[in-house]
């Protein structure tokens, strides 16, 4: 099914065509797996215009404030192909199933990723006994991770238990806790270090000047607040356990980096080279930003009861936190 998708560059100064349409289409949930390859391809194909004219080449210059259109061949609604993957299925009944995502598994099927969602895969997992919810398309899906962040998960099996869970993530009544590993410096008077706890209460927008991300805005942005307390001092990085009282898009990284100390691994949000090398590399190697969502609490949409699950940190992650922490037993004892 073709779909077209229009996007405003807001940038100041000129920009690549295809490099613009990366970015702004990552901005979108079911479009982040579109490759610059596959935008190429739709660029040579006669398929994007720029302020109403085709363009041929991915690296024709587009102007601030043009007006881009593409059109893209996505999954048809409703038609959602199985994908065997081996799910971690922490609770499942005829209203709900909790799912431990780990990280590099999407949400939701996508121009650049069909068949190969946890959605896919909870189709998948159905098998011949569909849950009611597989002909409600994407709207099974209560709240989302990142791809790349690990961590619980919960996905409504009835529009029923849809709408009451949505409830609970408007009221607010649903408790969701991280683990974030963030940039820290040895003799640094950074806010995770200067207290054990804190509140960031900073309204998001889009980035003024690089719309396809997020940022703290003074105007016009939606009020965001993360309650983070310390559990670990590292040296070169602080283990916190953060709460997001609100549902933003990247939130914890953006209020992360907005105090100082960005999520370690981030390839988006924040600056970390002032790592010692070794680190920097572990952290690149990492892949992903390290942030696990270990614990999720929320009332069961039939009987009320309240509900909590967890999730332990992957094996990867607590190499990384392991190694931090050799570095950081190290440090203290030279000082």
């Not at 099927?109 to 011949?128: D, K, W, Y």
């Not at 080279?273 to 920097?280: E, I, Q, T, W």
Request: net charge positive; proline share 7%; aromatic share 8%.
């Amino acid at each position: 099914m073709e779909r077209s998708f229009e996007f405003r560059y807001e940038g100041a100064t000129a920009c690549r065509l295809d490099l613009f349409l990366v970015n702004a289409l990552a901005a979108e949930p079911e479009l982040t797996e579109v490759t610059r390859s596959q935008i190429k391809q739709r660029i040579e194909g006669g398929s994007v215009l720029v302020e109403g004219r085709v363009i041929l080449k991915a690296g024709h210059a587009i102007k601030p404030g043009n007006l881009v259109q593409v059109v893209l061949n996505l999954p048809p609604s409703g038609e959602i192909e199985p994908y065997d993957y081996p799910l971690k299925i922490l609770f499942e009944d005829k209203e709900i199933v909790v799912v431990d995502k780990p990280a590099g598994l999407s949400m939701h099927p996508g121009a650049g990723n069909p068949n190969r969602s946890l959605l896919n895969a909870l189709i998948g997992h159905f098998g011949g006994a569909a849950a009611e919810f597989e002909e409600q398309g994407r709207l099974g899906i209560v709240h989302r991770l990142d791809k790349d962040t690990s961590g619980v998960v919960v996905v409504a099996k009835t529009p029923m238990a849809l709408a009451k869970l949505s409830a609970q993530f408007t009221d607010r009544s649903v408790l969701k806790a991280y683990l974030a590993l963030v940039y820290t410096t040895p003799r640094g008077r950074r806010a995770v270090q200067i207290t054990d706890h804190g509140r960031v209460d900073a309204p998001l927008g889009r980035h003024p000047g690089r719309r396809t991300l997020m940022a703290v805005v003074e105007h016009g942005g939606r009020p965001a607040v993360t309650d983070w307390r310390r559990l670990e001092e590292l040296g070169h990085a602080a283990l916190l356990e953060v709460t997001p009282r609100t549902g933003r898009t990247h939130q914890i990284r953006v209020h992360m980096n907005y105090i100082g100390s960005p999520i370690l691994g981030d390839p988006v949000y924040g600056n970390y080279s002032g790592l010692p090398k070794p680190l920097f590399e572990a952290c690149r190697a990492f892949g992903r930003q390290a942030l696990h969502a270990a614990r999720l609490e929320f009332n069961h949409p039939s009987s009320g009861v309240r509900l909590s699950f967890e999730s332990p940190l992957p094996e990867a992650y607590k190499a990384l936190l392991n190694l931090f922490r050799s570095w950081g037993k190290g440090l203290y004892e030279r000082i």
